[in-house]
């Protein structure tokens, strides 16, 4: 843990970041720190935390807690809430960012990678969110942020299992927005493009012809978009007017609309 005397000595909020070394996750630790918010950061390479954090600490003096941790593992979640617990932190921000994704026909791709890819882009986030709401129920106050997809509003033939956890996460944070209603507590689902970085391993990008010859997001764009909606309370968060309109047509309309053939798999 990177420590400054002078934060530990203020109460001062923190922010939990899933994800934090890469894409937007890392964006999102660049934009809590910049704030004055001190961090617990997760993710799986030591080394880049390490590094981070460091960074983090140096440019803007918070305090930084980080926990190399695969989230994937079962009850990670609760490994990691008392490992935080004990070092004496409250969180007032929790922004799950991690997530992975896969491609491929749903009978001829791995079950392992699915059943990892269902434990952090569902399972762990679930929990986190339970163990850290309870908390803030308790004090009254905080944001939740999770990160989704535009994948979340409708099938994803080719990335079925992907597309289900996102519509999960999306369902989940609006249902839990909607109890925690006057709460003190405000839930956001952040529903991003595809990013010109970050997950492009899930052949998102290249893949949808829909987003062929569309200006795609940078993940810092996302990030910062993602900040201000969770500042606000927004329940949905989905950048720029005809994104939304599109969206919540399809959202209308669903039974009608399933995802068009744009996910051909190219065959060897
Ligand atoms: N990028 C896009 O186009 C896009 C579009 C819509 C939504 N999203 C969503 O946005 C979120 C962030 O995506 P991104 O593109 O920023 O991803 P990214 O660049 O791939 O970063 C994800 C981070 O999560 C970490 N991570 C992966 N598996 C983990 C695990 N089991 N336990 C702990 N940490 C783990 C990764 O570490 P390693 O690198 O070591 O695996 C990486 O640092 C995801 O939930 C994704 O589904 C992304």
């Known amino acids: 843990m990177v420590n400054s005397r ?49 960074d983090l600490y140096q440019r803007y003096g918070v305090r930084v807690k980080f926990i190399p941790f695969d989230l994937s593992k079962t009850n990670a979640p609760f490994v990691v809430y008392n490992d935080i617990i004990k070092d004496g932190f409250r969180i007032d921000y929790l922004i799950n960012s991690a997530g992975v994704g896969d491609y491929g026909f749903f009978h001829e791709t791995d079950w392992e990678k699915e059943r990892e890819m269902i434990n952090l882009n569902v399972v762990s986030l679930v929990q986190l969110t339970k ?35 996102k519509a999960f996460v999306l369902s989940f ?38 987003l062929r010859g ?30 939304r309109l599109w969206l919540n047509t399809r959202r209308l309309f669903r039974k009608n609309i399933t995802q068009p053939a744009t996910l051909t798999k190219e065959r060897a």
């Open 6 to 54: 002078k934060s530990s000595l203020m109460n001062k909020r923190t922010a939990l970041i899933t994800g934090a070394t890469q894409g937007i996750g890392y964006y999102f630790s660049r934009i809590m720190a910049r704030n004055r918010v001190d961090l617990v950061l997760i993710d799986k390479n030591e080394d880049l935390l390490m590094d981070l954090a460091l």
């Open 131 to 165: 163990l850290f709401v309870n908390d803030m129920v308790i004090h009254g106050k905080g944001r939740v942020l999770n990160v989704a997809s535009t994948a979340a509003f409708q099938p994803g033939p080719s990335m079925a299992v992907y597309y289900a956890t």
């Open 173 to 210: 944070s609006e249902a839990i927005a909607n109890e925690l209603k006057n709460s003190g507590i405000t839930v956001t689902a952040l529903c991003p493009d595809p990013q010109q970085s970050g997950l492009q391993h899930l052949a998102e990008i290249e893949v949808n012809k829909l």
């Open 214 to 243: 569309r200006k795609l997001p940078k993940d810092w764009e996302v990030a910062e978009f993602g900040f201000h909606s969770m500042i606000e309370g927004k329940t949905v968060a989905v950048n720029g007017f005809m994104n």
